[in-house]
C-alpha cells in the first residue's frame, strides 16, 4: 500500500511560479513509476507530466513543456513538479499518482487528494 500526500498549491498570478511536492509512505518507492495529472472543472483528468522509477525518462504534455519541471527524490520518497510562467489555463486541481512499474499510465495504482492551483489573470 502507498500513500501519497500533496502540498504547495494555492493561488498565483499569471507569469508567476509554484512547486507542488508529493510524500509517499510506504516501501519500494523507487519500484514506482510517479506522474502528475490535472483536473479543471468540467474538464477530464488529464497527465500532465510523469518520471519512470529512476528518473532517467520523463514525459511532459505538449502544454507544459518548458514550463514545468517534475523531479524524484527515491531516497526521500518525494516527488516534485516545478510549475514556471504560469497561465490562466493550468489552473486546475492537480494530482500526484504512482503505479508499479516504468510507467505511470493507463491507470494509476494510487492518488493523492488532489491540490488546487488557481492561476489568476
Known amino acids: 500500500q502507498v500513500q501519497l500526500v500533496e502540498s504547495g498549491g494555492g493561488l498565483v498570478q499569471a507569469g508567476g511560479s509554484l512547486r507542488l511536492s508529493c510524500a509517499a509512505s510506504?516501501?519500494?518507492?523507487?519500484?514506482?513509476?510517479m506522474g502528475w495529472f490535472r483536473q479543471a472543472p468540467g474538464k477530464e483528468r488529464d497527465i500532465v507530466v510523469a518520471?519512470?522509477?529512476?528518473?532517467?525518462?520523463?514525459y511532459y504534455a505538449e502544454s507544459v513543456k518548458g514550463r514545468f519541471t517534475i523531479s524524484r527524490d527515491n531516497a526521500k520518497n518525494t516527488v516534485s513538479l516545478q510549475m514556471n510562467s504560469l497561465k490562466p489555463e493550468d489552473t486546475a486541481v492537480y494530482y500526484c499518482?504512482?503505479?508499479?512499474?516504468?510507467?505511470?499510465?493507463?491507470?494509476?495504482?494510487?492518488w493523492g487528494q488532489g491540490t488546487q492551483v488557481t492561476v489568476s489573470s
Open positions: 510506504g516501501r519500494s518507492f523507487s519500484s514506482y513509476a
Open positions: 518520471i519512470r522509477r529512476d528518473g532517467g525518462k520523463q
Open positions: 499518482a504512482a503505479r508499479l512499474g516504468d510507467s505511470v499510465v493507463p491507470d494509476p495504482d494510487y
